[in-house]
């Protein structure tokens, strides 16, 4: 379970990016976080997970975020990455084994096991000895699912992550993810195309600055919250969605 409480963030304490988001999650499950551009769902996340300044608090079961942070793993917006680190497949998902180990810091032959085991996961078992900057971005979000796996991370955040990638590395990804699922973790998805909410989350979190609205699909996902959240524009072009 994670409970988000009062969580505001803003930039050069001027622009209010996000403010007094709360909700709780108690189930394992797959949530989708929508809302327009610049709603704040980045800002959310980075808020919540301490990644940035800003105020409110998260809890894991009850016990205050900083205890459990080894279970968190975030998966931030892919322009955000440097591709051009010189650093194999391999190396890059052993990180997820050991949050605070140094690059070039030797690793045992238990942890390729560990790190072949999660790239076969992901498809990617080809790969282990090829400079991430060869990959391309679906492979790359691939390996980054993978890293997320060694870490055996609980609660998996990911921002945007079908954005530019191909088909078969998304199909590969969410049926990864809802295998996490089933193993009991919670996995958070920055997503913006509206047409796959219904195929892909169990709930939903609608953000625009503030919270929206927050639940399972068939509640949430509703002509009026999404008015409010994306403006009546959204419906122009029309879409099916739940009255
Ligand atoms: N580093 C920054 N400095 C100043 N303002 C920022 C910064 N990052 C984001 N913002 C502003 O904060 C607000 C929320 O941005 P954020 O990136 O969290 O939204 P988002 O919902 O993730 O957007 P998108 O869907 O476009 O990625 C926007 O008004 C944005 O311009």
Redesign the pocket.
């Known amino acids: 379970m994670i409970s988000f409480d009062k969580i505001s963030a803003s930039?050069?304490g001027v622009?209010q990016?996000?403010e007094d988001v709360s909700f709780t999650v108690e189930e394992p499950a797959i949530i989708g976080i929508i809302?327009?551009?610049?709603?704040?769902?980045?800002?959310?996340i980075k808020a919540a997970l301490h990644l940035m300044e800003g105020s409110g608090s998260t809890t894991v079961d009850g016990q205050p975020l900083e205890k459990r942070k080894k279970e968190v793993a975030y998966v931030e917006?892919k322009n955000d990455i440097d591709y051009s680190f010189p650093i194999t497949v391999g190396e890059c998902v052993s990180l997820g084994l050991y949050p605070e180990k140094r690059f070039y810091q030797r690793i045992t032959k238990e942890d390729w096991q560990k790190v072949d085991n999660a790239l076969s996961l992901v498809k990617m078992e080809d790969y282990r000895d090829h400079q991430i900057g060869e990959l391309s971005g679906g492979q790359f979000q691939r390996i980054l699912i993978a890293r997320t796996f060694v870490q055996d991370a609980s609660l998996i955040f990911l921002?945007?992550p079908f954005v530019g990638i191909d088909a078969t590395s998304e199909q590969i990804i969410m049926e990864l993810l809802n295998d996490f699922k089933d193993r009991g973790k919670e996995i958070f998805i920055?997503h913006?195309d509206l047409s796959k909410v219904e195929r892909y989350f169990d709930e939903l979190v609608i953000?625009n600055k503030q919270l929206i609205a927050q639940g399972p699909i068939d509640e949430v996902f509703t002509k009026a919250n999404l008015q409010k959240a994306f403006g009546d524009a959204i419906f122009v072009e029309g879409g099916r969605l739940n009255d």
């Open positions: 930039y050069d622009t990016a996000v809302g327009p551009n610049g709603a704040g769902k980045s800002t959310f917006q921002d945007e920055v913006h953000l």
